[in-house]
């Protein structure tokens, strides 16, 4: 219902001609969301504003229509390309957009590595199975500490929201995932030495026909293999991993959409959603089998893998984009990944602040 009452970006709505439209949205978000203070040097703002848009907006069209008389179909006759539907047509030139310019290829990648690592690290997997896992390992209630990890995630994520534009994208993941990986690696360790197997014919005695006097056999019999004191050593390892994620991969790559220019934004961002959930359907199915057939350590090792390769990958090719303009991101990217750019421009912005400060 709240959807109702969020209004449409000024971007959109300037493309659609709605300009004015464009500039009470602007007022309300400068004047933080009042109706009142709209002054001169405010409505000032707002018209620099929508005028950036506008010549944002026609440069992307006058390069989308040199592009597109450039991939014009070859070998197509006038009539049929007259005749094919639009919706084909435009999918095709942006499909040679985002694939073709080098800029725009490497947000792409960027933004699916982001979303894959986002799943491949195993957070979902813990999810949906953690009050299994606590049920294993011998808490008698394990919803309770399933409900803490969830509490956890969404707490942490408020804190990321609060320190995403203050620490940057970049250094927010490359401080978080060790910590991730810190957590796994104690789950693996801890999982060492907790028991996993069904209790034998003998624990089950003449209860093999009863389902809810096995169940029980079966719950009390692993209670009784595991020491309770490794299996609480999983629940604050758990917290770190949880609390980690949330800071860094759980918030950063859904910021995809300042990577792409408008004119590919909805297809960059659909793929790369695509391949978040892509990954989430692989982690759903195959965290069972890992559990049955590495072991529950071998699993979560396998997991802090994925996180460390994941760092090396944002070492790599992530760019800093904390307080760039849309502008400045395309640039970036349009000779290489810019990382060690994108962090000079951080580092002068950061002068110029400190500068500001002190004068």
Request: proline residues 4%; contains cysteine.
């Amino acid at each position: 219902m709240t959807l109702i009452f969020l209004p449409e970006t000024p971007r959109w709505l300037v493309k659609a001609g709605r300009k004015e439209e464009a500039k009470r949205v602007l007022m309300r978000i400068y004047c933080g969301g009042g109706g009142g203070g709209g002054g001169r040097d405010i409505r000032g703002i707002v018209d620099e504003v929508v005028r950036g848009i506008e010549k944002e907006i026609f440069e992307e069209e006058e390069a989308g229509g040199s592009r597109k008389r450039r991939n014009r179909m070859p070998g197509l006759l006038e009539t049929e390309y007259i005749s094919t539907p639009k919706w084909v047509l435009d999918l095709r030139d942006t499909g040679s957009e985002i694939f073709g310019v080098g800029g725009n290829r490497r947000a792409l990648i960027i933004a699916c590595m982001l979303q894959g690592f986002q799943q491949l690290c195993g957070f979902n997997s813990l999810m949906y199975f953690s009050a299994t896992i606590f049920a294993n390992v011998g808490f008698q209630s394990p919803t309770l500490p399933a409900l803490s990890i969830a509490v956890t995630n969404f707490l942490f994520t408020l804190v990321a929201y609060k320190l995403i534009d203050r620490i940057g994208r970049r250094r927010i993941l490359l401080l978080s995932i060790p910590f991730m990986i810190v957590g796994l690696l104690l789950c693996a360790f801890a999982f060492a030495f907790v028991d996993f197997s069904p209790p034998s014919s003998s624990d089950l005695g003449q209860n093999k026909s009863n389902a809810l006097s096995r169940s029980f056999i079966t719950l009390t019999t692993r209670i009784i293999k595991n020491p309770i004191s490794w299996s609480i050593l999983l629940l604050p390892s758990l917290l770190l991993y949880v609390s980690a994620y949330a800071l860094g991969l759980g918030n950063v790559p859904w910021q995809q959409s300042e990577l792409f220019p408008f004119s590919v934004r909805s297809l960059g961002s659909g793929l790369a959603t695509a391949t978040n959930w892509g990954s989430n359907f692989v982690i759903g199915l195959t965290f069972l089998p890992l559990m049955q057939g590495m072991g529950a350590s071998g699993t979560f090792v396998l997991y802090a893998v994925v996180c460390c390769v994941g760092w090396l990958v944002v070492r790599r090719i992530y760019p800093e984009t904390m307080g760039l303009g849309l502008e400045e991101v395309g640039g970036l990217l349009e000779g290489g990944w810019g990382v060690e750019e994108s962090l000079r421009r951080v580092e002068e912005r950061r002068r110029e602040i400190q500068g500001g400060g002190e004068g």
